[in-house]
């Protein structure tokens, strides 16, 4: 048993050096790519591109511990952030409308954690169901209008710097709540309950572990992150549409598992998740760099979290012994045939077009 | 011996039975009720154009709906059918702006052939790789997305560009009714048939129900698997073809989200999210009752925003009412097998 925790604890560290060397090896590409990258003004500045994502990968990070999933957080983002632009245009005090907002997100949350750890439902689907109900939500307020014209008070979270300083208000933030974060999963009883739960929810269940209540509490929690993650994207764009933030839990789910937290639960660190997102930042930065579309960034990122799971995978099975048996060879063999194919015939026609 | 082992099953076996028919009975009567209330305020809903209207609007829906119920079935999700139909609507829509002499009725084959090759990919990714279906398939949305912009450079194909005989793949109706709707009749009587009665279609049952004793059964589980995802991809492809000829133009955002609103008509249609069970009537009727809400919406002058709040809601209800009735079942039969 021992053993097992030892080897288990060596792979997660030998994980973490990984993203480690990654970052190095991204950040010295980088600097080659542009003489831009190695300005502190442009790294702080950036950073403030991934705080949202960041806030939202705490909590997920609690989530997918215990192996459930929230794929609503990029929905409860934009009703609290459209709730607040909401109420604010009625003319209410914008703290007191973010107060309200928050307070809705709380709502948001139980609904949520109620129906995944009472009604036993997947959290999946629970979370599906509400990504499609939250973002409706957010919809219905403000329709095809913006809410805009925030004091400047407000419009700090998202743009303002410390002092005289150029660090983010939003990074520094991030960096309280992350050190926050991580002592409660790492250093506290309830964050032992978090990875029992995800490794052996019955046996916890019979050990008197408040299942029902720690899981409802990490949805809300959840929902909290995910408003406050929305005020800031509102308050760095300096107005808030009811599609805000749409998508975002896929990044946030991604930069989660590739930070080694695993899906099935009952593994991970959030110095790993921590790691990830500065992988992503600087990747994403590197690549703005150099001018590549967002989506084309996109297919990097995906590219990375299915390799961070396939590439562990097929060198475990290498150094467990496992030979080359003939179905092996034949489906690399069948993977590598119809990607090529399918990307001989994706240029051909790409640049049958392009020369017209 | 082996009638002692068998009789407990039987009733839970009947009694699941009975509730998979209750439950489509129960999308039924509440299709019924709303269309009532809705023709009372608005009597254009109950006309045979509405109706048309209607179909017409879910066809693409069903076609990916029943391809996303394979695979969860499997106990497994497909998010990158949005993807996958995106970029094969793309790349078939460059391929019939370049050669316009090109018969439509090609694109079919082409855009099936395609779709073939992204589910493959996934396929392989999950049963040969071991990757989770979710992050394979959420890794996979991300790509194929990039792939569209990649590949017009965020340009769009307009339906100017785009010669008649393509835009009538889907819109034209040389047996009276339009040949998107026969698609998707098509689509759906292959799938029932798939599997009801073939072998495949019942080991994917099995793959799901219990995957343990499907290994004990001898299935080749990973095969199986592959072939739900390589199904996905075709039935994707197929979509986008027809996406590109309904709408008539192929956009870097084309089916964005979609996956969603398959999953949502799977659930709704009561497929069980656990994987194993699932009925090609009961998620057309998911569908259909999807369409109708949408459709209703419209008809009764509430704001289009409210529409994927209703598809929302409409999901929750589903699966708490499922999960509800399912445990009081198996409550029932706990209790009678113990006497």
């Known amino acids: 048993m021992i053993q097992i925790i030892r080897s288990r604890r060596a792979m997660f560290l030998r994980w973490e050096w990984l993203l480690v060397v990654l970052i190095v090896a991204v950040a010295l590409i980088n600097t080659r790519l542009s003489p ?44 609290s952030a459209s709730l607040m632009g909401w109420l604010f245009m009625g003319g209410w005090d914008i703290w007191l409308a973010a107060g309200i907002a928050l307070l809705v997100s709380v709502l948001a949350g ?46 700090f979270l998202g743009q303002g710097t410390l002092g005289t300083t150029r660090i983010p208000f939003a990074l520094l933030l991030f960096a309280v709540l992350a050190l926050i974060f991580g002592l409660v999963l790492h250093k506290t009883t309830f964050g032992r309950y978090l990875y029992a739960i995800g490794n052996n929810e019955p046996a916890c269940h019979y050990s008197g572990v408040p299942v029902e209540r720690i899981k409802i509490s990490i949805f809300v929690l959840s929902s909290m992150m995910a408003a406050l993650a929305g005020f ?35 593994s991970g660190t959030l110095v790993g998740a921590i790691l990830a997102l500065l992988l992503v930042g600087i990747l994403r930065f590197g690549m703005g760099l150099v001018n590549l579309q967002g989506q084309v960034q996109d297919i990097v990122i995906g590219l990375l979290l299915i390799l961070s799971i396939l590439l562990p995978r097929i060198a475990g099975r290498l150094s467990a012994g496992v030979s080359w048996r003939k179905q092996t060879i034949l489906k690399t063999a069948l993977a590598v045939t119809v990607a090529l194919l399918f990307g001989l015939f994706f240029f051909w026609s790409r640049a049958l077009i392009l020369t017209q | 011996m082996i009638a002692e082992t068998q ?12 509730f998979v028919k209750f439950r489509e009975i129960g999308i039924i009567v509440f299709i019924v009720v709303l269309a009532a209330l809705v023709s009372l305020r608005n009597p254009a809903f109950l006309t045979a154009a509405n109706f048309q209207d209607i179909v017409l609007n879910i066809s693409i829906l069903v076609i990916v709906a029943l391809a996303q119920t394979m695979v969860i079935i499997t106990r497994g999700i497909d998010l990158s059918v949005g993807s996958m139909i995106g970029l094969t609507a793309m790349m078939v829509a460059y391929l019939v702006v370049a050669f316009p002499g090109m018969p ?40 194929y997305r990039g792939l569209i912009f990649f590949y017009s450079q965020g340009k769009w194909i307009n339906a100017f560009e785009m010669p008649p005989s393509f835009r009538q793949l889907a819109k034209g109706a040389p047996l009276g009714v339009p040949n998107l709707i026969l698609f998707a009749i098509i689509v759906a009587l292959g799938v029932y048939y798939f599997l009801r009665y073939s072998r495949t279609g019942r080991d994917i049952y099995a793959v799901g129900s219990n995957p343990d004793a499907a290994r004990f059964a001898g299935i080749p589980m990973q095969r199986m698997i592959f072939r739900v995802y390589l199904i996905s991809g075709i039935l994707c492809g197929l979509a ?6 309904r709408f008539e133009a192929a956009q870097t955002n084309t089916a964005l989200g979609f996956e969603l609103q398959t999953v949502a008509a799977s659930v709704v249609g009561g497929v069980n999210i656990f994987g194993g069970s699932g009925s ?24 289009p925003f409210w529409q994927l709040a209703a598809q ?28």
Do not use: C, H
């Open chain 1, 110 to 155: 139980l609904l949520n954690g109620v129906l995944i750890a009472r009604l036993k439902l997947p959290a999946l689907v629970v979370t599906l169901g509400t990504l499609s109900f939250y973002r409706g939500l957010a919809y219905a307020l403000l329709g095809d209008q913006a809410a805009r014209g925030y004091p400047d008070s407000f419009t």
């Open chain 2, 7 to 18: 009789t407990p099953a039987r009733p839970q076996r009947r009694l699941v039975q009975a």
């Open chain 2, 240 to 245: 986008g073809v027809l996406w590109a000829s």
């Open chain 2, 312 to 339: 929302g809601l409409l999901i929750l209800l589903a699966v708490i009412v499922d999960s509800t009735i399912l445990r009081r079942l198996q409550r029932i039969t706990s209790r009678k097998s113990r006497t």
């Open chain 1, 232 to 266: 800031i994207l509102a308050a760095r764009f300096g107005s808030t549409r009811p599609d805000i933030g749409t998508g975002l839990e896929l990044t946030v789910i991604t930069v989660t598992v590739l930070g080694g937290v695993s899906i099935f639960g009952g």
């Open chain 1, 36 to 79: 831009f990258f190695l300005n502190s003004n442009n790294l702080l500045r950036t950073t403030s591109d991934f705080m949202e994502l960041g806030i939202m990968m705490l909590p997920m990070v609690f989530i997918i511990v215990t192996g459930n999933i929230d794929l609503s957080i990029a929905s409860t983002l934009g009703l």
């Open chain 2, 280 to 303: 090609v009537l009961g998620v057309i009727l998911g569908a259909f009752l999807l369409g109708i809400i949408n459709n209703a919406l419209t008809l009764v002058q509430i704001s």
């Open chain 2, 104 to 143: 439509p009725i090609l694109a079919i084959p082409l855009g099936m052939l395609l779709g073939a090759a992204l589910g493959s990919l996934n396929g392989l990714i999950i049963a040969g790789g071991g990757v989770p279906p979710i992050i394979a398939t959420l890794g996979m949305l991300s790509i």
